[in-house]
């Protein structure tokens, strides 16, 4: 039998300090760095699950503290999306985070991150441009900005997204260095169900008729990337895969595209490093995922 351990911090079960203001969190990591010490911050919206966890033990591989964000951004959020009833799991994600001996948790209210007059946003485009965007217009400047207002308020050494958002990935990428944010940003791997279905909060969204259906979005995009790697054509392996998901029971296929895997950009030349990128609808759950071609 192999033995898992965990990456975590020196406090394990030890409830993480939660603060509520940027000075409170402040205090602390000037503390650390006074302190000689490093901080990593993962930013979450909570409803933790276990590709949340890897990012903390990420964060204590390569840091001393791990900070962990909890706020639902509303300016992610489209009027129609589903910000009233994201999941808001605040008790056990606490308890989550202690078990792996978080040091702090920030989780701010929406006033604290948006003061009264507060009018300013981060515009993106580069890797921001197309796939997410061409269905949530709004949502790469809405995560860009609350992404620079958590770096600029926690300062921290390094900070974690998962590969699960690839497109953020990137576009926070491009972000740091357009704004010269010093801080390396860091992008864990996706978490997997048994059965293949990246973890992702919106997942408590499907049904169990759905859960079923769910998985087959990797496998066909594992069969997609197979047939690109052995040199068949894309287009009509990306056709075949999408009538195959349709037919399973998704409702619909916001994009299945396979784009350069640093830019973004459509693939242009032989040889460029590829990544195949999804978003689909099942009943009102939106899954997206991304995997290596
Ligand atoms: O990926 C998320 O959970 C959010 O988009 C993020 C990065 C925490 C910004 O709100």
Avoid at 142 to 154: F, Y
Avoid at 167 to 189: H, N, S
């Amino acid at each position: 039998m192999i033995e898992v351990t965990r990456s975590v911090g020196s406090e394990v079960g030890r409830r993480p300090v939660i603060v509520r203001t940027v000075a409170e969190l402040r205090t602390h990591v000037d503390a650390w760095r006074r302190a000689g010490e490093t901080v990593a911050m993962v930013p979450t919206m909570g409803a933790l699950h276990e590709g949340h966890l890897s990012l903390v033990e990420e964060g204590f591989r390569r840091a001393t503290h791990v900070v962990v964000s909890i706020f639902v951004n509303p300016t992610q959020f489209a009027p129609h999306e589903d910000f009233q009833t994201y999941p808001r799991t605040e008790g056990t994600d606490v308890e989550k985070l202690a078990g792996l001996g978080t040091d702090l948790v920030f989780a701010p209210n929406a006033l604290e991150m948006y003061p009264l007059g507060s009018v300013t946003r981060v515009e993106v485009a580069g890797p921001a441009l197309g796939l997410e965007t061409d269905f949530r217009p709004h949502f790469f400047s809405g995560v860009a900005t609350v992404v620079a207002k958590l770096l600029v308020a926690c300062a921290p050494d390094i900070a974690i997204f998962g590969e699960k958002d690839y497109q953020q990935l990137a576009v926070v990428r491009q972000m740091v260095r357009d704004l010269m944010i010093p801080v390396e940003i860091v992008g864990g791997a996706t978490v997997r169900e048994a059965d293949g279905l990246a973890m992702s909060s919106r997942n408590a969204y499907l049904s169990p008729r759905e859960r079923v259906i769910a998985p087959r979005l990797v496998a066909e995009m594992r069969r997609v990337a197979e047939t690109v790697r052995a040199g068949g054509d894309a287009a009509s392996a990306l056709a075949t895969a999408k009538a195959a998901l349709l037919a399973a029971g998704f409702d619909r296929v916001d994009y299945l595209e396979i784009r350069n895997a640093v830019t973004l950009a459509a693939p242009s030349e032989t040889g460029e490093p590829l990544r195949l990128l999804a978003a689909l609808w099942l009943g009102r759950t939106r899954l997206i995922d991304n995997i290596a071609v």
